[in-house]
Every structure is written in C-alpha cells, then in structure tokens.
C-alpha cells in the first residue's frame, strides 16, 4: 500500500480511471479519478499535483478530510475541496503541495 501523500504525478496518472469509496460517509459513495494535473511549484517530493475526482449527484459532499479506500493502495485520508457540479454529479479537488 502506497500512501497518496507520497506518491509522484506519474504514479497518480496511473491511476486515473480508478476509483475510491468514501468509507466516511453513509451511505458509501465512490469517486472516479478523472483528471491528474502536475503543478508549478510544491515542496513535495513527488511534485505538487492536483486531483480530480467525479462523484454522484447526491449526496453532495461538503469540503472536508474524508477517508477514502482503494482497491490496490488501501485506506487514504484526503482533504476533498467540491469545485463543480456537472451532468454526471460533483466533482471534487484534492491538491498536494
């Protein structure tokens, strides 16, 4: 398991297509990483990097830390910012600096 604060933007990007469950909420939702963008500057290791996720039309989550489990890197803490509404649901941000 691989934590998500330590992971670099190409390992991100491998993961784009994949989804979380949101193991915080009830009921369960799931967010599908739709979208994996490198940012200018961070003082991370594995460069800062903005995620997108793509989650339901309801329930809409407000901006929190939510506990998240994937399939292959396990359970994740990410704070999730909601930044659009869209056919297909909300979509939120997940930044790492």
């Given at each position: 398991?691989?934590?998500?604060?330590?992971?670099?933007?190409?390992?991100?990007?491998?993961?784009?297509g994949?989804?979380?469950t949101?193991?915080?909420?009830?009921?369960?939702?799931?967010?599908t990483?739709?979208?994996?963008q490198?940012?200018?500057?961070?003082?991370?290791?594995?460069?800062?990097?903005?995620l997108?996720?793509q989650?339901?039309?309801?329930p809409?989550?407000?901006?929190?830390?939510?506990?998240?489990?994937?399939e292959?890197?396990?359970?994740?803490?990410?704070f999730?910012v909601?930044?659009?509404?869209?056919?297909?649901?909300?979509?939120?941000?997940?930044?790492?600096?």
């Amino acid at each position: 398991m691989t934590d998500f604060s330590t992971m670099t933007v190409d390992e991100f990007t491998a993961l784009q297509g994949s989804a979380c469950t949101v193991a915080s909420v009830q009921p369960q939702i799931e967010l599908t990483l739709i979208e994996v963008q490198r940012l200018s500057s961070g003082l991370r290791e594995g460069g800062a990097v903005s995620l997108l996720w793509q989650g339901p039309g309801e329930p809409a989550l407000p901006q929190a830390t939510y506990a998240l489990t994937h399939e292959t890197h396990g359970a994740q803490e990410l704070f999730l910012v909601p930044v659009a509404r869209v056919d297909a649901g909300y979509q939120y941000e997940a930044i790492f600096t």
